[in-house]
Structure formats: structure tokens, C-alpha cells
């Protein structure tokens, strides 16, 4: 268990997990580094409390299956499914949210299947859909930016010490729009909302640009360093951008250009560091590709059309169950052996 690779085979021999991973949550740096700058600091909180728990899920369980506490604990992999929850759930939202999120994707999501290797579908996705579909308001409170919460009073909010009063929450972009849209039927169009709201910056959410910045430069140095192929994040961005081009080009008065939806929302955390999960996603490049296409294309009908404000969760969840149907039809062929005609 100390060295693996992942089919098809594009890391490099002697790659362990723990040396994977940690360079996962190195790549995740910049993201809560812009998190934390236009936040504060209450990230930096939830990502602990999300290891924490994380790490516990993880001994309780491999204690009850008598596996070794020491050799899974340390590879480094509950710690990314944790962080990941943490940084696509509200920053700000309650303790015990982030805790039941975390011990859910660990013990549910990851656990009940066997373990490392074995869960077909992504623990962090299944985490997000279970407890959005079950407390959608909390999941929605995402704070307003400017608001200058000091650390003091962000972490009494995490502890529920301080009242969750509306000032002190705000929509995503994603949603601001979709629900601008919704209650003006018809009388305002996107350039118009984009332009006069506050919740939008210069090309997206106003910072969280940067946010998405930060995670296009760490799912391309994962890139660079070949820890993941480009045939995911390729297919997704791809899916995304050409039916949100469609679509602004045939009605730019009610649907957003690419760039906002690519820098809006999780997308491009979800293209470099969910729809690239080696153990739920395909395993040949050509399933990637696929994979990652209809994962965009599903998020985009979601979040535009459908009732959440982002539609990733959902779209790679769904893509999940179509793991074994797309990597049995984009097999290549076996070396000296013709295809039937």
C-alpha cells in the first residue's frame, strides 16, 4: 500500500498516496489564501474542524474493521475529502454543519464501499447534495463581501454564538442571478443586473474571481506536475463554456457569458480537483474527456435551470453512475487484436 498509480497509468512509478495528497492540498493553498483575504479567517476554522473530523470518521470506522489506524490515517486522503467539504460549504455556516458533512462523506460516502479505492461515488459531492437537499437554508448563506467580520465574531458565528441575521448573509452570484431573473419576469436582463449589483465584480462574483483564479492556478500546477491528466478539466470547461456560448450568443439579455459562469460558483474547483478523482471518475482518457464533458454540460442545466444555486454535486454524482457504461465503451483497442466488424 506504500506505492500506487492510478489506470492509466500516468503517474509515476513510486508515487505513494500521502505524497499525492499532500501535493492536492498544496495546490488548494492559493484558493484559501484568497478565501481567508476576502473573508477572514473563519475558513481557516472549518477546514480544521472538517480534518478533525475527518480523521476521527476515519479511525472509528477503520477501527471497527480492524484495519491499521497508522497507515490510513496518514495517507493524507480524509484530509482532502475534508478540505474540499469545507471549501464548498459556507464559510461561515454553523459547526456541527461542516462536522456531519465530513463524518457523512468519511463513513457514508467513502467507508460504506469498502474504503479507499473502492467508493464509486466522489465523498465530498455526496456530502454536499446530502445536506443541501436536507437543510437548504443554511447551505445558502454564503456571507456578503466588505462585511470586515473580525475573527472574534466569525468565530462566534461558527459556534453559534452570535445571531445569523440576514446582513450577515448574501447569495452567490449564481444564485443573485438566477433569482433577479426569476422575480423580474422579463422586465431586467443580465448586462443590466451585472452592471448595477454589488454581487458582481468585473467578470464574475465580485472576488470571488479571485477565488477562481487561485484554483486555475493550483489544478495547473497539479497538471504540470502530472498528478492529473488534461482530459477531465479539459471536458469539463469545454462542457460548461460551449452550452453557456450557446446560449449567450441565441439571448444575451437572459443568459451570462462563459467567463462568468466559468469564474462563478465551483467551477473550476470542480474541473481541476473533483471531476479528476481517479477512484469515482473514469480511468481512459477518452472516458475522462466524456466524463468531464457531460459533467459540464449537467452543471450548467442545473444551475441555470434547475432549483440549486450550483449544479456541480449534482452532475458529477449523476456522471458517477455512468462510470462503468463510459469506460467500457471508450476502451482502446488491445494491441495486435482487430476490432469486430
Known amino acids: 500500500m506504500s506505492d500506487f498509480s492510478t489506470p492509466p497509468y500516468l503517474l509515476q512509478q513510486g508515487t505513494s498516496v500521502r505524497r499525492v495528497m499532500v501535493q492536492v492540498l498544496l495546490a488548494l493553498l492559493p484558493g484559501i489564501a484568497a478565501y481567508v483575504w476576502l473573508i477572514g479567517p473563519g475558513i481557516v476554522v472549518q477546514l480544521g474542524l472538517a480534518t478533525l473530523a475527518a480523521l476521527a470518521g476515519e479511525a472509528l470506522v477503520l477501527g471497527l474493521r480492524r484495519k491499521p489506524l497508522a497507515l490510513f490515517l496518514s ?19 454553523p459547526w456541527w454543519l461542516i462536522v456531519v458533512g465530513t463524518l457523512f462523506a468519511v463513513i457514508v460516502g467513502k467507508h460504506l464501499y469498502g474504503g479507499l479505492g473502492q467508493n464509486p461515488f466522489n465523498p465530498a459531492m455526496l456530502a454536499f447534495a446530502a445536506c443541501i437537499v436536507s437543510l437548504p437554508a443554511l447551505m445558502s448563506q454564503w ?32 444564485d443573485a442571478l438566477k433569482t433577479a431573473l426569476k422575480l423580474s419576469n422579463g422586465s431586467v436582463d443580465v ?28 489544478g495547473l500546477w497539479l497538471w504540470q506536475r502530472k ?10 470547461i469545454a462542457g460548461l463554456s460551449s452550452l453557456a456560448l450557446l446560449l449567450w450568443g441565441w439571448n444575451p439579455q437572459q443568459f451570462a457569458n462563459p467567463v462568468f459562469h466559468l469564474f462563478s460558483g465551483g467551477a473550476l474547483l470542480g474541473a481541476f480537483f473533483i471531476v479528476t478523482d481517479p477512484v469515482s471518475g ?25 432549483g440549486f444555486p450550483d449544479g456541480i454535486a449534482f452532475a458529477v454524482l449523476l456522471l458517477n453512475l455512468c462510470v462503468p457504461v463510459i469506460d467500457m465503451y471508450s476502451q482502446p483497442p488491445i494491441f495486435g487484436l482487430k476490432d469486430e466488424p
Open 227 to 236: 498528478l492529473i491528466s488534461w482530459h477531465a478539466p479539459f471536458g469539463f
Open 75 to 93: 495517507d493524507g486522503s480524509a484530509i482532502v475529502t475534508a478540505w474540499l467539504i469545507a471549501l464548498s460549504f459556507p464559510p461561515l455556516a
Open 191 to 218: 448586462p443590466t443586473l451585472l452592471a448595477t449589483q454589488d454581487v458582481f465584480g468585473n467578470f464574475a462574483g465580485r472576488g470571488w474571481e479571485w477565488v477562481a483564479s487561485a484554483y486555475l492556478l493550483g
Open 282 to 306: 473514469c480511468t481512459t482518457p477518452k472516458g475522462k474527456l466524456i466524463f468531464g464533458l457531460l459533467a459540464g454540460l449537467l452543471a450548467y442545466i442545473i444551475r441555470v435551470f434547475g
Open 143 to 174: 456571507p456578503t463581501l466588505g462585511l470586515q467580520l473580525g475573527f472574534a465574531e466569525q468565530l462566534k458565528m461558527i459556534a453559534g454564538l452570535a445571531p445569523r441575521v440576514d446582513v450577515m448573509s448574501g447569495a452567490t452570484p449564481l
